[in-house]
């Protein structure tokens, strides 16, 4: 059984970059299966998609993010990474990391980490 | 402002039989397939339907899911006391060729 844990620092100042870590537990991340997505939540409100990565190093990334935001993949460590750049208080959210499944007519996220507050304030 | 709407909150009472609606466009829903879900309060999203009305493994029968031209449901019947959630409809959009999801309908159980 598949289990992801996302890791990396709750707070993070202004401008600054956000780095976060998903851990991929029971299973190989290089995995032909599954595309390994990032997803964001704000305090009381709605999901929004960050972006998502194959193995291989293939990304898509939401357009409203996409200037920012950079996910890469290390196999040796079986974990992947989102970094997002100059930050600001709008970027405070829960981040979650979550598995991609791609289908013909579309993907869907399963399992999903249990989620990370990332706090932006100086 | 999310790309699928959804009405911001629903409700019912225990046994009885509620539906949620995801309103879409012919970038997401009219072309792509639908997927749906639970949030219960204070945890991580889980899968409750995929590819418009497929349940995965673990998942209660009382909860289906339905797709029609660029709109879509999710039914649940005989509701019960921890179906109280958060509730959010996601698709593919060509348009944006990323995943979108609705503002998610907040469910409560009287």
């Known amino acids: 059984q598949l289990q992801l844990q996302e890791s990396g620092p709750g707070l993070v100042k202004p401008s600054e970059t956000l780095s976060l870590t998903c851990t991929v537990f029971?299973?190989?991340?290089?995995?032909?299966?599954?595309?390994w997505g990032w997803i964001r939540q704000p305090p009381g409100k709605g999901l929004e998609w960050i972006g998502s990565?194959?193995?291989?190093?293939?990304?898509y990334y939401n357009p409203s993010l996409k200037s920012r935001v950079t996910i890469s993949v290390d196999t040796s460590e079986n974990h992947f990474s989102l970094k997002l750049s100059s930050v600001t208080a709008a970027d405070t959210a829960v981040y979650y990391c979550?598995?991609?499944?791609?289908?013909?007519?579309?993907?869907?996220?399963?399992?999903w980490g249990q989620g990370t507050l990332v706090t932006v304030s100086s | 402002q999310s790309v699928l709407t959804q009405p911001p909150s629903a409700s019912g009472t225990p046994g009885q039989w509620v539906t949620i609606s995801c309103s879409g466009s012919?970038?997401?829903?009219?072309?792509?397939?639908v997927n749906w879900y639970q949030q219960l309060p204070g945890t991580a999203p889980k899968l409750l339907i995929y590819?418009?009305?497929q349940r995965p493994s673990g998942v209660p029968d009382r909860f289906s899911g339905s797709k029609s031209g660029t709109s879509a449901s999710l039914a649940i019947s005989g509701l019960q006391s921890e179906d109280e959630a958060d509730y959010y409809c996601?698709?593919?959009?060509?348009?944006?060729?990323?995943?979108?999801f609705g503002g998610g309908t907040k469910l409560t159980v009287l």
């Open positions: 979550a598995i991609d499944h791609r289908a013909t007519y579309g993907s869907w996220f399963d399992p």
């Open positions: 029971g299973g190989s991340i290089s995995s032909t299966s599954y595309y």
């Open positions: 990565i194959y193995y291989t190093g293939t990304t």
């Open positions: 012919s970038s997401n829903i009219g072309s792509k397939n």
């Open positions: 590819s418009n009305n």
């Open positions: 996601a698709a593919w959009d060509d348009s944006l060729n990323g995943g979108v």
